[in-house]
């Protein structure tokens, strides 16, 4: 089962989740598709779940603007993951950053 984030690194946005959550690079569902196929997986199941995740993301977002006296005050780390939150729903919101869920078996 693969659960990931998925979008075109080459869309600002996604490269902007990307380096905002420290991932080297995200990818889109077809270049996952392809690699689990390559692999020798077949793909049982396939699902976009961006709208039931994103709530998830607004729920932060908005404990974080309620608490926004105490963010300032941690770790740099810690604020700037806090201030992804944003970058996060504005991606999915967009349509360019996509949440999805596959199940292979070989």
Not at 27 to 36: C, G, P
Not at 43 to 56: L, Q
Not at 57 to 86: D, N, Q, T, Y
Request: with cysteine.
């Amino acid at each position: 089962m693969l659960a990931a984030w998925t979008g075109s690194m080459q869309n600002s946005r996604v490269r902007s989740v990307a380096n905002t959550f420290l991932c080297p690079s995200l990818q889109t569902a077809e270049d996952y598709r392809q690699q689990l196929k390559h692999a020798g997986l077949k793909i049982r199941a396939y699902e976009e779940i961006t709208g039931r995740v994103m709530r998830t993301w607004e729920i932060c977002f908005e404990r974080a603007r309620k608490l926004r006296a105490l963010i300032s005050i941690l770790p740099r780390e810690v604020r700037e993951f806090v201030h992804g939150i944003k970058t996060i729903l504005e991606a999915y919101r967009s349509g360019d950053l996509t949440y999805s869920v596959m199940v292979a078996q070989k």
